[in-house]
C-alpha cells in the first residue's frame, strides 16, 4: 500500500489487468505504453470504481532507451522512484527463421529483452538511491521461455523468452551479490486471452480466433491475482517463477 509501481504495456490485456489489480490494492501504479489514451480510460475507471490507489498514465515507446530513461526520470520527480518493477510489455511479430524480416526480430529483442533490461537496470538504481530493501522486479515472461518451441511462427519469440529465463535468474544472483533483500521473479503463462494472438497472427486473423476457440484460455484477471500473490509473499520467500498454463493446454 502507498507503493511505487511500474507496469510497462499497462494499455490493455495483462499490463491493465495488473495495473488495476494493484491500484485496487492501494499502490501509486504509473503505467506505461504507447496508447496512453487507454491507460488514461483505464485511470478514469479505477477512480470511479473507489480504488484506495491511483494510475499515472505515462506514454512510451520501450523501443526508444532515450524515452524509457526520461519516463524514469519523470517518475523520480512526480513520485520520488520505483517500489516495484512488473516488465510486462511484450510481442510476438509472427517471422520464421529461414524467411523472417530482419526488422521484426530486432523489434522483439528491443521490447523483449532490451527494454525489460534497461527498466531492470533503472528501478535498481531508484531502489538502491533510497535505500528501498524490499522492492521487486517481476518480469512477465512465457511458457515459451521454458519448454520445446513448438511452430516456426514462434521460434524467434521464443528465443527472446528463453532470454527473460535467463535474465530473471541472472537479476536474482546479482541482487544478492549486491547484499539486497529486492526480489525478482518471474511469471510465465502460457495462452492468455488477450489482443496478443490477434496481434501475433496479424496476416491470418481466422489463426488467430482459433486459439482462443480452441480451449478455455487464462484470463488476464489470472496472471494478475498470480502477481499480487507474489508481491504478498513473507520478505524471506524468493519465488522465482511461477508457471501456469490452461487445464488444456498439451505443450
Ligand atoms: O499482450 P497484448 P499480453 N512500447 O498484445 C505494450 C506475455 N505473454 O497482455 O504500446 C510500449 O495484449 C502494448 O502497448 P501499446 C507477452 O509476451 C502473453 O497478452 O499501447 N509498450 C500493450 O500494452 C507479454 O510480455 C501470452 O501497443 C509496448 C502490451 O505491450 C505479456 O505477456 C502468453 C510496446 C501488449 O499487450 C503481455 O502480453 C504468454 C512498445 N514498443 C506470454 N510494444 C498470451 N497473451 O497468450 C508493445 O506465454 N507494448
Redesign the pocket.
Known sequence: KGRVALV?????????AVARALVQQGMRVVG?????E?IEKLAAECQSAGYSGTLIPYK?????EEEILSMFSAIKTLHKGVDVCI??????HNEPLLSGKTEGWR?MI???VL?LSICTREAYKSMKERNVDDGHIIN??????HRVVPSADEHF?CAT?YAVTALTEGIRQELREANTHIRATCI??????????F?HHNSDPEKAAA?YESMK??K?ED?ASAVTFVLSAPPHVQIGDVQMRPVEQVS
Not at 516488465?87 to 510476438?92: E, F, I, P, T
Open positions: 510497462t504495456g499497462a494499455s490493455v490485456g495483462i499490463g491493465a506505461c505504453a504507447r496508447s496512453v487507454k512510451c515507446d520501450l523501443s526508444n516488465n510486462n510489455a511484450g510481442l510476438a523489434n528491443d521490447v523483449n527494454a512477465i515472461n512465457s511458457m515459451g521461455g519469440y523468452k510465465s503463462p502460457g495462452i492468455v486471452e488477450t489482443e496478443f494472438a496481434r486459439v484460455c487464462l488476464a496472471i
